[in-house]
């Protein structure tokens, strides 16, 4: 007992001695490295895409991916050949009595297309103090019948539904989700016959909108879209929007398609993603923007926007064509998009700054660049002659600055017959 009492005692000691407040070491992690701040690897000769084989290459990928996308291919996934069949672009449309192929839908991006205008244009045009043209939204349910006939209802007053009872195909838009409201967007200018003068043109455009294709209660398509118009939409954009859309089925899609972009007070973002699938092959193109800066009188005349950097990341992706850019530039000076500045003769000489950007294929580079963008000691004071350009040309690494690789570039994609 004695020797058990000496040892509690002992140990009590010493943790009396021990300072109470020190915490546990814990691990710290590393701050992330800026991927502008390394210099990329250069092209290696024998292992990289020469530059000169560039363009074969870009048409060996558009081949393959018209290849995938032909409504003849037996590899088309079936459910989106269905729906391209119903849509008059399959091998063997299904007949429809009337009214839908006129709704020029040939495919997911004129649905969209056609989605955000009003399904067609078929609303209502409306007049503004006789100097503004409104086209309104497309409204009601247009009905093509099993014996060839038509009718017309004016409900839903905040959608749109067209019916082809042959087919079986109804096609919806809900432009008012939620009791959203909609708003005018300026789009140009149309001619007045009666006046003989033209007329500024105004579209209606939905803030939180959903679109459906469905065949026999079946959805086969879907598209949603969302926008935060902000105070000078028809100036400077909206502040933010979003836009997704599906084609075949909504599960693993063989079609899809995600856009949004935002404009805050110290960031312009855009990205984009886009996936298409056959039976045994897959395709998916994405890219990313971001846009670092101070704007100043968005909505006004004195419109400024000065960028301090920029991430540009981009991927494409088609079977054995595989591509990756990235693009940095990291402070940035003497840069500004103004009315003015950008009027301004030679308005990018003074520009400052670092580039670093690389583009590869298949995982091998195929050209970098990285250096200063400011003018270097020679005499023809433009800017980018510090910038090293690398690639591979003939069998040779070349290193060379702006202008020269422009021009090779410039040959190569051009090149004299």
């Not at 469905?214 to 933010?240: E, I, Q, R, W, Y």
Request: aromatic share 6%.
């Amino acid at each position: 007992m004695k020797r058990s009492l000496a040892l509690l005692t002992v140990g009590a000691l010493l943790l009396a001695s021990c300072d109470r407040t020190t915490t546990p070491t814990q691990p710290t992690n590393p701050a992330p490295v800026d991927p502008a701040k390394t210099e990329p690897a250069a092209p290696v000769v024998g292992q990289s895409l020469e530059v000169q084989n560039v363009m074969g290459t870009a048409q060996s990928a558009a081949k393959q991916m018209a290849a995938m996308t032909d409504p003849n291919s037996p590899n088309m996934d079936p459910d989106l050949k269905a729906l391209l069949g119903l849509l008059g672009m399959g091998s063997a449309p299904v007949p429809m009595s009337g009214g839908l192929n006129g709704l020029d839908l040939s495919g997911a991006a004129s649905f969209g297309k056609n989605f955000v205008q009003g399904l067609g244009g078929k609303g209502r045009v409306t007049k503004q103090a006789m100097t503004v043209v409104q086209d309104t939204l497309a409204t009601g349910t247009r009905t093509y019948t099993r014996d060839g006939g038509y009718q017309y209802s004016e409900l839903p007053r905040d959608g749109y539904v067209e019916i082809d009872e042959q087919s079986g195909v109804r096609i919806e838009a809900k432009w008012k989700v939620g009791g959203a409201a909609t708003v005018w967007v300026n789009s140009g200018y149309r001619y007045d016959y009666r006046t003989g003068q033209s007329v500024m043109v105004q579209q209606e455009v939905p803030t939180n909108a959903t679109g459906s294709v469905t065949v026999s209660g079946k959805t086969v398509a879907g598209l949603k879209f969302s926008m935060t118009p902000g105070d000078c939409l028809n100036t400077a954009g909206p502040t933010a929007l979003t836009l997704s859309g599906w084609a075949g089925r909504e599960a693993n899609a063989p079609a899809k398609l995600d856009l949004a972009y935002a404009w805050t007070e110290k960031d312009v973002l855009f990205s984009g993603s886009a996936q298409y699938a056959t039976t045994k092959e897959k395709a998916a193109a994405s890219m990313k923007l971001n846009v670092t800066g101070t704007t100043r009188d968005r909505c006004g005349a004195a419109f400024t926007f000065t960028p301090t950097r920029a991430d540009l990341t981009g991927t494409l992706d088609i079977p054995s064509h595989k591509t990756e850019l990235n693009v940095y530039l990291r402070d940035l000076s003497n840069l500004e998009f103004s009315e003015k500045a950008m009027s301004a003769p030679n308005a990018l000489d003074r520009i400052g700054g670092t580039l670093n950007a690389a583009l590869s294929f298949n995982g091998k580079a195929v050209v970098t660049a990285f250096g200063p963008l400011a003018d270097g000691k020679d005499m023809d004071l433009q800017p980018g002659d510090q910038v090293k350009f690398r690639y591979v040309k003939s069998g040779k690494l070349v290193e060379a600055d702006f202008r020269t690789a422009e021009k090779d570039l410039q040959e190569l994609a051009n090149p004299r017959r």
